[in-house]
């Protein structure tokens, strides 16, 4: 009687770089910034790159969400510095209390959310579109509100309104944590509430998910406010740190946000990506932000850099899917 001899299991590399290849890649990318430069690994530096990263995890968690609908947010940006300029002004010149001056802020934040959400959902525009309108609307009308002036001083009505982007809990700076708890929170919506469950379910099939009963028009309102909610959120922030409201702020902030989902797994197909990638997107941006610093990179070369990357992380993504 011949043995059988059991032959060894060839090891799938797929499954593997599926769950930990974006977390090796962010490694991998540490390893090389501390070679290249001693005052990476530095703890001043690495909270430097979470404080500065805070503003835009804060935007990417609204982007998510609109992407997981096969959506795009480009306002988010404006929106930004349309809200800021007008919680600011509430303050300054209106005397209006620091809480009621953040209610206006984020309340600007989801009315041009819902405006998007509105015109993608009810209206039928599709979102590029209808983002870009509201891009330019936002950009537009923050320019207007303060004929094109900052609005500074802030400080001298007390630290409130700076206390979001200016004070500290123990080492931790205060966006780290604001920016903690929004994480948490798009964790627990997106895998522990039916809601957010809805929100994958109509990204892998709308049609599907229309026949099944789901509200689809008020699940895009929702997560379209939600980002202009959050876009608001980051820009308190932002004025907090900067100590003033810029018309103009917020520039670019849209493809950080987008650069950073993306990186982090969220198909534009829709129904696919995690808020743990897309923590870890967030993160390999700011280190590539910063690390291009360091090394006293060209911005005009750090920009050829963010492209690259997000190009190549879309044929990975591919490549392993």
Same mark, same amino acid.
């Given at each position: 009687?011949?043995?059988?001899?059991?032959?060894?299991?060839?090891?799938?590399?797929?499954?593997?770089?599926?769950?930990?290849?974006?977390?090796?890649?962010?490694?991998?990318?540490?390893?090389?910034?501390?070679?290249?430069?001693?005052?990476?690994?530095?703890? &001043?530096?690495l909270l430097n790159v979470l404080r500065q990263s805070s503003i835009?995890?804060?935007?990417?968690?609204?982007?998510?969400?609109?992407?997981?609908?096969?959506?795009?947010?480009?306002?988010?940006?404006?929106?930004?510095?349309?809200?800021?300029?007008?919680?600011?002004?509430?303050?300054?010149?209106? =005397?209006?209390?620091?809480?009621?001056?953040?209610?206006?802020?984020?309340?600007?934040?989801?009315?041009?959310?819902?405006?998007?959400?509105?015109?993608?959902?009810?209206?039928?525009?599709?979102?590029?579109?209808?983002?870009? =309108?509201?891009?330019?609307?936002?950009?537009?009308?923050?320019?207007?509100?303060?004929?094109?002036?900052?609005?500074? =001083?802030?400080?001298?009505?007390?630290? @409130?309104?700076?206390?979001?982007?200016?004070?500290?809990?123990?080492?931790?700076?205060?966006?780290?944590?604001?920016? @903690?708890?929004?994480?948490?929170? @798009?964790?627990?919506?997106?895998?522990?509430?039916?809601? @957010?469950?809805?929100?994958?379910?109509?990204?892998?099939?709308e049609e599907a998910a229309y026949l099944s009963?789901?509200?689809?028009?008020?699940?895009?309102?929702?997560?379209?406010?939600?980002?202009?909610?959050?876009?608001?959120?980051?820009?308190?922030?932002?004025?907090?740190?900067?100590?003033?409201?810029?018309?103009?702020?917020?520039?670019?902030?849209?493809? &950080?946000?987008?650069?950073?989902?993306?990186?982090?797994?969220?198909?534009?197909?829709?129904?696919?990506?995690?808020?743990?990638?897309?923590?870890?997107?967030?993160?390999?941006?700011?280190?590539?932000?910063? =690390?291009?610093?360091?090394? &006293?990179?060209?911005?005009?070369?750090?920009?050829?850099?963010?492209?690259?990357?997000?190009?190549?992380?879309?044929?990975?993504?591919?490549?392993?899917?």
């Amino acid at each position: 009687m011949i043995g059988t001899q059991t032959l060894p299991r060839q090891f799938n590399w797929r499954p593997f770089f599926q769950k930990y290849g974006l977390l090796m890649s962010l490694l991998l990318l540490c390893l090389a910034l501390s070679v290249a430069s001693d005052r990476f690994l530095t703890s &001043d530096n690495l909270l430097n790159v979470l404080r500065q990263s805070s503003i835009n995890g804060i935007i990417s968690i609204g982007m998510m969400m609109v992407i997981l609908t096969r959506g795009i947010d480009l306002s988010v940006g404006s929106v930004l510095a349309l809200s800021a300029v007008i919680g600011a002004d509430m303050l300054k010149n209106e =005397g209006m209390p620091v809480l009621q001056a953040i209610g206006i802020c984020l309340l600007v934040g989801a009315a041009a959310g819902a405006v998007n959400g509105f015109l993608v959902s009810w209206v039928n525009i599709p979102p590029f579109i209808a983002t870009l =309108g509201m891009m330019t609307f936002a950009r537009g009308a923050a320019k207007f509100y303060t004929d094109g002036q900052p609005i500074t =001083g802030l400080d001298s009505l007390g630290q @409130g309104f700076r206390y979001l982007g200016t004070a500290e809990v123990g080492p931790i700076p205060m966006p780290i944590i604001v920016a @903690g708890l929004v994480f948490l929170g @798009g964790a627990v919506l997106l895998n522990h509430v039916p809601f @957010g469950r809805f929100i994958f379910g109509l990204g892998n099939n709308e049609e599907a998910a229309y026949l099944s009963g789901l509200p689809v028009n008020r699940i895009k309102l929702f997560v379209y406010m939600a980002a202009g909610t959050l876009s608001a959120l980051a820009g308190i922030i932002l004025v907090g740190r900067l100590n003033s409201a810029q018309p103009t702020a917020g520039e670019m902030y849209e493809f &950080d946000a987008i650069a950073a989902v993306v990186v982090g797994g969220t198909s534009f197909d829709g129904g696919e990506g995690t808020v743990m990638g897309t923590l870890i997107g967030v993160l390999i941006i700011g280190i590539i932000n910063n =690390g291009l610093n360091l090394l &006293d990179v060209s911005a005009f070369y750090q920009d050829i850099t963010k492209g690259a990357v997000i190009a190549l992380a879309l044929l990975l993504h591919r490549a392993i899917r």
